[in-house]
């Protein structure tokens, strides 16, 4: 979605680096998300955050760390200790936990390649 | 069993067929459900919610049946532009957390 950035769009880092991937979002949504997606696989979360210094690890979040000190902002940190960190990584953005309308805007993602 | 499962195709059908996927979830306290479509290497954009009466965009149509737990999508008069994967998508509990299936390729042919 337009408002909706990730940067960089392709990084390549070397084992053992830690990496931090850039979502903004100008929507003024609550919900934020980080997803990885691998060829083959659906799309699985990673962490979330509902509000501004909140935030809950989902179902792969060993090896990842998130911070959320600004609404706009949501980076995710994959950190050496992830063992299988080349994927595509997508944010997403949600107007946060509601109705049967609360749906989910993904950002353009980035690819991370490990070398 | 998975979450969300859906056949993978890929789905080659000609300009102007008719096609159908079909998605089954295992969590009966689900509550939402959603259709993405997905071009290669780009990011999943929604393409409808699905509601429980069934609902209709332009030529795309979805279905829900809770108690078989299964939601389909209808694509009629396909357009080369229909080519891409699309993923059934699942909410379950209070968080906005989604589940995603692995998707459906439909691959539009002249």
């Known amino acids: 979605d337009g408002g909706i950035t990730q940067s960089p769009k392709y990084l390549f880092r070397k084992e053992g680096q830690n990496v931090t991937l850039s979502c903004e979002q100008n929507?003024?949504?609550?919900?934020m998300y980080w997803y990885r997606q691998d060829p083959g696989q659906g799309l699985r979360l990673i962490y979330y955050?509902?509000?501004?210094?909140?935030?809950q690890k989902g179902d792969i979040a060993e090896g990842y760390s998130v911070s959320r000190e600004k609404k706009e902002s949501f980076p995710l940190t994959v950190t050496s200790a992830q063992k299988n960190p080349t994927a595509f990584y997508l944010c997403?953005?949600?107007?946060?936990?509601?109705?049967?309308?609360?749906?989910?805007?993904f950002g353009p993602g980035t690819r991370l390649t490990v070398l | 069993r998975k979450e969300v499962e859906q056949d993978p195709g890929p789905f080659n059908v000609p300009e102007g067929a008719t096609v159908a996927f079909n998605c089954t979830y295992s969590n009966s306290a689900s509550q939402s459900f959603f259709w993405y479509r997905q071009d290669c290497r780009k990011e999943p954009k929604l393409l409808m919610s699905v509601y429980s009466s069934g609902n209709e965009d332009g030529r795309f149509t979805a279905q829900l049946n809770r108690a078989s737990q299964y939601i389909s999508l209808l694509i009629r008069d396909s357009k080369l532009s229909d080519s891409a994967t699309y993923l059934c998508?699942?909410?379950?509990?209070?968080?906005?957390?989604?589940?995603f299936g692995t998707g459906t390729r439909l691959q539009v042919t002249l």
């Open positions: 955050s509902q509000i501004v210094n909140d935030f």
């Open positions: 997403a953005v949600s107007s946060g936990p509601g109705g049967p309308t609360d749906t989910q805007y």
């Open positions: 998508v699942v909410r379950t509990g209070t968080a906005s957390k989604l589940t």
């Open positions: 929507l003024n949504h609550d919900a």
